[in-house]
């Protein structure tokens, strides 16, 4: 008579082959956690600076208005006070512009850089993971085919 293969074994062995390594998959986890804080920094300091930029364009904006709102004694006065008050605003608002493109000149440099970063991090990650699932598999194939003889 002819035995039955006992194919629960077989799959048990089978997957006993392909170990799945826990770390791997925690150390990536890390990685990436430790991304997406750096990102939430940048983006969080860049959110900062533009709004102390913009608080500060409102006030100046204010300030100058005011020399507007007051009264004048002739009426070329008024045309006087709004032409400085546009003169001035246009300014402002170079000078504001000029200070977002830095912020966002910054948050690209930051941001290339983390990019970069993360990158070469994934890479080594994968690498190591890569040589270490192989080094398991050939062991276990070794072991497989030793067993077999």
């Known amino acids: 008579m002819t035995n039955t293969q006992d194919y629960t074994k077989m799959f048990q062995e089978m997957m006993n082959s392909f170990p799945v390594d826990a770390s791997a998959f925690q150390n990536s986890f890390r990685s990436y956690a430790s991304f997406g804080e750096k990102m939430s920094k940048v983006a969080l300091e860049a959110a ?30 008024y045309t006087k006070a709004m032409t400085e008050f546009a003169s001035a605003h246009a300014e402002m608002t170079a000078e504001t512009m000029a200070a977002f493109a830095e912020v966002a000149k910054k948050v690209q440099m930051e941001t290339v850089e983390l990019m970069l970063a993360a990158g070469k991090d994934v890479s080594e990650d994968m690498t190591a993971a890569a040589k270490k699932a192989g080094n398991e598999m050939t062991a276990n194939v070794r072991k497989t085919a030793a067993t077999a003889k």
């Open 48 to 77: 900062e600076k533009s709004t102390e930029i913009s608080n500060r364009w409102t006030r100046d904006t204010i300030a100058k208005i005011g020399d507007v709102t007051t009264v004048k004694q002739e009426p070329a006065d």
